[in-house]
């Protein structure tokens, strides 16, 4: 019922920037928390940032100062601004949305992140 778009990883430097975005469609929730989570090779998958409907904000603290996330409810788009980035940024970046019980559950392809040197 909901399918999550994303886009905009890719490689970049240590200490460059991207910008991710996630666009979610089909029967949104209208009280709703969207989230990034993270994976790397060989760990868990691990929350990033999560910005509910009404805009309460989350961020772990490995990024904390780094990223932003934003949501454009309008569009049900979900965007996280990476700054700062880290070699220890890598992962694959998933997009995620829940419902407010958390009884659904939607994930995302996930978009890769390289950071080097």
């Known amino acids: 019922q909901v399918q999550l778009v994303e886009s905009g990883g890719g490689l970049v430097q240590a200490g460059g920037s991207l910008r991710l975005s996630c666009r979610a469609s089909?029967?949104?929730?209208?009280?709703?928390?969207m989230a990034w989570y993270r994976q790397a090779p060989g760990k868990q998958r691990e929350l990033v940032s999560r910005?509910?409907?009404?805009?309460?904000?989350f961020y772990a603290d490995a990024v904390k100062g780094r990223f932003t996330i934003s949501r454009d409810n309008a569009k049900n788009t979900m965007y996280l601004q990476m700054n700062s980035l880290r070699p220890e940024d890598t992962a694959v970046y998933y997009c995620?949305?829940?419902?407010?019980?958390?009884?659904?559950?939607?994930w995302g392809q996930g978009t890769q992140v390289t950071v080097s040197s």
């Open positions: 089909g029967s949104i929730f209208s009280i709703n928390v």
């Open positions: 910005i509910t409907s009404s805009g309460n904000i």
């Open positions: 995620n949305h829940r419902n407010w019980a958390g009884t659904y559950d939607y």
